[in-house]
């Protein structure tokens, strides 16, 4: 069972403007969140995280908003610019040994 | 401090051969992570060490799977009798205490079964 959703696969922007990538989950157990952005043929590189206890984490142009209500988090990049283009993984877990993530979405950011 | 090495980078077999993957984390991270990534997916938890102890196997997708860390630092992933359907990138993550935290992934190794 897939337990945490992204649900757009790509996502398109102009450089200068915002990107918002949206992740869903299901386990309300989840406690940590945290967002990777992953270049070809290389692994995932952590990016910004937040755990349950907040609903916003700023670091840069990179502003990960969570809303447990709704069980959804999102990542915001302001400004965008080209070399964020990349595939972006949404990941969370419970425990330690416990990531799940979801399947991810790939930024274009157009020059 | 280099960050985690995985080898082979590349590894294609035959159905039926038998593989070993290796990692090396990061100098002095606790925690080992293995992963299994399909095209198109994002990647989903095989094993879990803490120093030299395997907490956590329930990922593994069948006996044919096998993952040890005898020395609490590099580990390896061992496919007995590859299918067609373990063709998938093989990441590894470490970590540097025993906590929800940032785990640090290695480039992957991409093993296609022919």
């Known amino acids: 069972d897939q337990q945490v959703k992204q649900n757009s696969p790509s996502l398109s922007v102009q450089e200068g403007r915002i990107s918002i990538l949206n992740c869903d989950y299901t386990n309300s157990m989840f406690d940590y969140f945290l967002w990777y952005k992953k270049y070809p043929a290389e692994g995932p590189t952590f990016l910004i995280s937040i755990s349950s206890i907040k609903d916003k984490n700023e670091d840069g142009r990179f502003t990960v908003f969570l809303n447990k209500s709704a069980k959804h988090l999102s990542l915001h990049i302001v400004p965008s610019q080209p070399g964020d283009s990349a595939v972006y993984f949404c990941a969370a877990s419970a425990w330690v040994g416990d990531m799940r993530f979801g399947a991810g979405t790939r930024l274009t950011v157009k020059p | 401090g280099a960050g985690v090495s995985q080898s082979p980078r590349y590894k294609v077999a035959k159905r039926g051969q038998d593989v070993a993957l290796r990692c090396d984390p990061i100098?002095?991270?606790?925690?080992l992570f293995w992963y299994q990534q399909a095209l198109g997916q994002g990647p989903e938890f095989l094993t879990y060490?803490?120093?030299?102890?395997?907490?956590?196997k329930s990922g593994l997708p069948s006996d044919r799977f096998f993952a040890e860390r005898p020395e609490g630092s590099v580990s390896t992933l061992k496919i007995q009798r590859t299918q067609q359907e373990d063709s998938a990138v093989y990441l590894c993550?470490?970590?540097?205490?025993?906590?929800?935290?940032?785990?640090?992934f290695g480039p992957g190794t991409r093993l296609t079964v022919l």
């Open positions: 993550a470490s970590s540097l205490q025993g906590a929800p935290e940032e785990q640090f």
């Open positions: 100098s002095g991270h606790v925690s």
């Open positions: 060490f803490q120093n030299e102890a395997q907490l956590d």
